[in-house]
């Protein structure tokens, strides 16, 4: 607006102001012309955004000289301690968001391999992933390494989101895939070895995970009483190699494990009647349906087998000490996430949940890959399986009663007892020493031929 339409508005205010009330008019007109000539002085100088000199080539060059050269400046397990991984799956994984060419190329690929403003080449592929990997492992503000990596709070905010979803477009469909009947079969041998559980898939539960940003209209869903701060909650599913299976992150912290199970698609292919075959015996009886582990809070299904609060049976007590003693999978893998990436355990700073799912996402499926990579992985992914099943085409109809079907036989308390009644005197008939650690390098199973026919 120019001076002379505001000269006009600001007269044809005093006219009206004046019609009606002229003394406050008189003194409105004073304190405008006041302000008007107070507004007339020097004016205070805005101060310009702040420009530093980042030298993201030379420190580059010192990245590649401390860990990547021929002759790095630390040897491999400093980088281990760092990077949370070997040297090669980090190389590996850069390689494969920097050679992803399948159009159409998402965003969050270009971001790793292009130009900034000024039309020259910023961080490469290295400086951005180790901004990223090391705000996951050690669970700190993005600008923590600015003096290291001369990289922004906003550069290293934007090399983490678009770090995970790089990552769990490329290795989701791998490293958090549904077992096929070639895995069932594998670790349920191996869980019998080791724990005297047969048909044993693994052992479930949940974990909290704290929020710091939680916007505090939501807070009173997300905080629980034993808590005492707003959480998000992780379902997870892992086996006696601490390989993550299942893993189901999103739901308020205020909800307990039943909630979150009753949320979880981890029964949706058994409810489908699409799951792998599972075959084992118990006591001489077959059995067609594997089962978790779980502890006390979970319901009494036909696919989870609990444990006993009191008893003074002996079979009761000895099923309760073994029972016990397996469903240490889950929180050994628990422990061994939150200790390699610290964002796990820490509060999430994150405003959005979508973006704390991709970080939590990203670190389970880090943690198979790094499980993988340490050769201590029951299964091996490079081998591919045709499925037992196929999806049957059913109408409307058919699937809705399908549907009721299984879960009828999903929630059936009789069936829970009937198994796990079985499992009490088979593991009655175990030696008190049948539990035995995993070591992979002692071949298919370090069980001694013998072991199963010592009787307590």
Known sequence: ????????????????????????????????????????????????????????EGKAKQLYNNYFSDDPTFPLDKFRRRYRMSKSLFIRICQGIINFNQEPIPPYFTYFKKKDATGQWGFNVFQKCTSA?????????????????????STSY?????????????????????????????????????????????????????????????????????????TIMLEAVASYDTWIWHAYFGPAGSNNDINVLNQSDLFKDLLKDELPPCNYTVNELQFR?????????????????????????????????????????????????QGRFAITKNSARQFYIKMIQNIMYTCVLLHN??????????????????????????????RLELHMRMDKELRDKSSHHFLRDNLIEHVWSLPPNHRIRYDPTAGPSNVPEHVNDVRP
């Open 1 to 56: 607006m120019d001076r002379d339409r505001e000269d006009e508005i600001y007269e044809e205010a005093v006219d009206i102001a004046n019609a009606y009330y002229p003394l406050q008019a008189l003194e409105a007109t004073d304190f405008l012309e006041q302000e008007e000539v107070e507004n007339e002085g020097p004016s205070i100088p805005r101060a310009p955004r702040r420009h530093f000199s980042r030298d993201s």
């Open 133 to 153: 990997i090391r705000q996951l492992a050690y669970g700190v503000a993005p600008d923590i390494f600015d003096e290291y990596l001369h990289m922004g709070e």
């Open 158 to 230: 934007l090399c983490l989101e678009n770090f995970c979803k790089s990552v769990l477009h490329l290795y989701l469909a791998e490293y958090l895939r549904t077992p096929n009947a070639h895995d069932v079969q594998r670790f349920i041998s191996k869980h019998e070895e080791i724990h005297g559980f047969p048909g044993m898939l693994g052992s479930i539960d949940c974990m909290h995970g704290g929020w710091k940003n939680c916007p505090v209209a939501w807070k009173g869903q997300y905080t629980r009483g034993d808590h005492g701060y707003p």
């Open 289 to 337: 349906r594997g089962y978790y582990l779980a502890d006390g809070i979970y319901p009494e299904w036909s696919t989870l087998v609990k444990s006993f609060k009191n008893t003074n049976d002996l079979k009761a007590k000895k099923f309760k000490r073994f029972q016990e003693s397996a469903i240490k999978d889950i929180e050994r893998t628990f422990g061994i996430l």
């Open 369 to 398: 890959m790094i499980t993988e990579d340490n050769g201590r992985a029951f299964c091996e992914l490079e081998e591919e399986y045709p499925s037992a099943r196929r999806p049957r085409q059913l109408n409307l109809h058919e």
